[in-house]
């Protein structure tokens, strides 16, 4: 029989599950339902483990930004977060789980799924992004192995699924688009060339996450990554770093550390800056002047 428990701002449908009338029982979360931004399941109630989160448990939840599981659960369903949202971060266990399919399927902020209760885990700052991003942006499910994930071979792997990602083609799945759309269908892929620089932009942002957080990686893998980011500079790379990070001095610093951005291009780059972006633009006129590129008051009025 399920009933209801009251978080800050809804409630937890859950069920106690027996195996026979001598088991005290194990409760399973059935259902999320209210406007919490936070949830944090509790590990016993009314004495009884929770030990599994419940098939779509979650399922839909708009507000929800973070989300705390229990290291007494063993057990999570299909789509369990699935269309969250809003969802950035979700702490697990860090053991071998019983995972079912699409659990962050649409969870399009996704940044960071901590792994608690394994050694050294819970403080590593990188396994997080890396996590998240093979779930959601890199769409490789086989790599969300919560006993593993961090380790040497683990993270071969990871880059590896990154370099087969690059070589994609980016064309690939456009005229299948077309064929199984509406007729009259204009949204912002339709365009084969914008489909392209789309398909592109999805590859950037998984570099962008693994550089940034490069725990493991290779010298080899680095350059392979920073190359393909120079060889889109212009087209794709400088774009979604405006749209999408252009208060953010940590890309920049990676640009910058990477040659993406040198003495060669910083006065194209800050003039594409125009009257936006003002703490980053005086940024790279900092670094323009340090790296013995120009005048710096001279350079203000770009």
Known sequence: MI???????GVLGINVIKKDEG?????KIEYYRGKDVSVKVPDKIEGKPVTEIGKKAFLGAKTLVSIMLPESVGSIGDWAFASCSALKSIHIPGRELT????????????????????AGKETDEDLPYLLA?????????????????????????FDSVIVQILKRDDSDGFSKMLLCGEEDYVGD???????????KKEKIRILLVRLLHDR??????????????KENMYDALWPLILEEHGDEKEYFDLLIDVGCIDDSNVTELIDSMKDHYTQMKGYLIRFKKESGGGDFFGDLDL
């Not at 088991?23 to 409760?27: A, E």
């Not at 892929?189 to 398909?199: A, H, I, P």
Request: charged share 30%.
């Open 216 to 229: 493991g990686l290779s010298e080899e893998y680095k350059k392979c990554f920073t190359d393909y980011l």
């Open 189 to 199: 892929d339709s365009n084969l060339d914008t489909y392209v620089l789309l398909r």
């Open 99 to 118: 995972l079912g399919s699409g659990l962050f399927r649409d969870c399009a902020n996704l940044e960071t799924i901590v792994t608690e209760g394994s």
């Open 23 to 27: 088991d005290p029982g194990h409760v």
């Open 3 to 9: 009933r209801e428990i009251e978080t800050e701002s």
């Open 133 to 157: 991003l093979s779930v959601y942006k890199m769409d490789a499910t086989y790599l969300f192995d919560t006993k593993k994930a961090g380790e040497s071979d683990w993270i071969e792997h």
